[in-house]
């Protein structure tokens, strides 16, 4: 595959579902409790539905009750890139693939479990990967 970085916005649009581009492009957010991976909680890896750069583990997710895939933690060859983001008048932390610089959601400081963190993640952001059924590429 070529390199994420450079493709063109015009290449993702192509390559990605009108919903995920819209989100990890456009830095959209999916309505709280729509996501398919919300209430999901089987076995496997949720890779970057972007790159397929593999992001979290089944054992990070938690269910924060916000509506939207929550993890405390994230996989080492992720790379997640944090951003200061000032919008709708809030100050928040985005995070981003670390290698396509797609968008995925915030991360909080008010996780429940030991890391303190809570990864706000949206589930068009992903693509699951169920453990055992081989690995892909
Ligand atoms: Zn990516």
Redesign the pocket.
């Known amino acids: 595959m070529a390199d994420?970085k450079k493709l063109t916005e015009e290449e993702w649009s192509e390559k990605l579902s009108p919903e995920s581009f819209r989100v990890?492009r456009q830095k959209g957010t999916e309505i709280s409790h729509s996501g398919k991976y919300n209430e999901h909680f089987a076995t496997g890896i949720y890779?970057?539905?972007?790159?397929?750069?593999p992001?979290f583990d089944s054992d990070q997710k938690f269910n924060a009750g916000c509506g939207w895939p929550s993890f405390d933690g994230e996989l080492t060859e992720a790379g997640i890139e944090q951003k200061t983001d000032h919008t709708h008048g809030m100050v928040r932390t985005e995070i981003?693939?670390?290698?396509?610089?797609?968008h995925?959601g915030h991360i909080f400081n008010d996780g429940p479990s030991e890391t303190g963190l809570r990864y706000c993640v949206n589930s068009v952001?992903l693509s699951f990967e169920k453990k055992g059924e081989g690995v892909k590429g």
Request: net charge neutral; aromatic share 0%.
């Open positions: 994420p990890l890779n970057c539905a972007g790159c397929n750069t992001l981003l693939c670390g290698n396509c610089g797609g995925l952001s």
